[in-house]
Nanobody, 127 residues
């Protein structure tokens, strides 16, 4: 298991930007696929983005494509989610997660494939 801690959330206005960070410790983070998910009040947790352990492949939900960018710095054991042009619909608790089978190249959008989760960081976008 890898331990994950998110940071960088906050209250912003529509159109603003935020960068979330996910700091990892424990097992070798560099071999895991990293994903970001979010959960709005009264809704199920949904996939946002994922990045392969090499950083060479990424995957995005249609709702955030062209606005959000996922990245990672394995030397720092840290992942990032750059969020631009934020909308009120982006309001949610954002979670980072790690998939131990990422070394196989899996880039999953299913929350059940991720075995390690952070505690979440709140992002609130006002209109």
């Amino acid at each position: 298991q890898v331990q994950l801690v998110e940071s960088g959330g906050g209250l912003v206005q529509a159109g603003d930007s935020l960068r979330l960070s996910c700091s990892a410790s424990g097992r070798v983070f560099s071999s895991y696929t990293m994903g970001w998910f979010r959960q709005a009040p009264g809704k199920e947790r949904e996939f946002v983005a994922a990045i392969a352990w090499t950083g060479g492949s990424t995957r995005y939900a249609d709702s955030v494509k062209d606005r959000f960018t996922i990245s990672r710095d394995n030397a720092k054991n840290t992942g990032y989610l750059q969020m631009n042009s934020l909308k009120p619909d982006d309001t949610a608790v954002y979670y980072c997660a790690a998939d131990a089978l990422g070394f196989n190249g899996r880039l999953s959008s299913r929350s059940g494939d991720y075995g390690s989760w952070g505690q979440g960081t709140q992002v609130t976008v006002s209109s």
